[in-house]
């Protein structure tokens, strides 16, 4: 079956530092790759996705690139702010068009310091 | 655009009562709604798939007696928690999205449901 794993946190980082947050997955077909992050007190906002090998997907200064020889999708921003203290989930979904419903990590709680 | 509500936001009952969670798309029209449930420190994990019109598509372990799923209109997905006991507590959040091949879901605020 189709699983996601992903750094457990609390990852806790200063302000201006870089981030990285590990996301590797498991699924039988040729599945697109997600990110969402969501903030205290609000639903799960999709941040940026990828739907095939080699793809980089970007928004908000934050970068991922889908890796199909090491089966990964790490989350990377080169200077955090405190903005970004969130929960960030990866996820994926094995279907063209997204046609199922996503597999997602555990989530990790990114924690900001001024 | 494209937000998607929950109702309530979170819900305390007593075991073996029934409870109702709806889930709106507010701005845009949903085919397709999904359900899932979270569990402290764990991953989103997907109970249900909803279209229009037609009966909900259930996961592997998911007891379809236990938790009905209704999407009567393109804006509105309920989910019923039937004899809801002590287990069943947890976070439920619903997404939508608005066509069969559209990959971007929409989520919900989450309902967090607390059974006594």
């Known amino acids: 079956g189709n699983s996601v794993t992903q750094m457990e946190g609390p990852v806790t980082l200063s302000e201006e530092a870089f981030l990285t947050i590990n996301c590797t997955y498991t699924a039988t077909g040729y599945p697109s790759l997600f990110w969402y992050v969501q903030y205290p007190g609000e639903g799960l906002q999709l941040l940026l996705k990828a739907t095939k090998a080699d793809d980089k997907g970007s928004n908000k200064g934050f970068e991922a690139t889908y890796r199909k020889e090491t089966t990964s999708f790490h989350l990377e921003k080169g200077s955090v702010q405190v903005s970004d203290s969130a929960v960030y989930f990866c996820?994926?979904?094995?279907?063209?068009?997204?046609?199922?419903?996503?597999?997602f990590g555990k989530g990790t709680h990114l924690i900001i310091q001024p | 655009g494209a937000v998607v509500s929950q109702h309530p936001s979170w819900v305390i009952c007593k075991s073996g009562t029934s409870v109702k969670i709806e889930c709106r798309s507010l701005?845009?029209?949903?085919?397709?709604m999904f359900w899932y449930r979270q569990f402290p420190k764990q991953s989103l994990m997907l109970m249900a798939t909803?279209?229009?019109?037609?009966?909900?598509?259930?996961e592997q372990g998911v007891e379809k007696d236990k938790f009905l799923i209704n999407h009567a209109s393109l804006t509105l997905s309920t989910l019923t928690v039937t004899s809801a006991h002590p287990e069943d507590s947890s976070f439920y959040i619903c997404s939508a999205r608005e066509g069969p091949w559209q990959e971007t879901q929409y989520f919900g605020p989450g309902t967090r449901l607390l059974v006594l």
């Open positions: 996820a994926l979904s094995d279907s063209g068009g997204g046609a199922d419903g996503l597999t």
């Open positions: 701005d845009f029209q949903a085919t397709t």
């Open positions: 909803s279209n229009e019109g037609s009966k909900a598509t259930y």
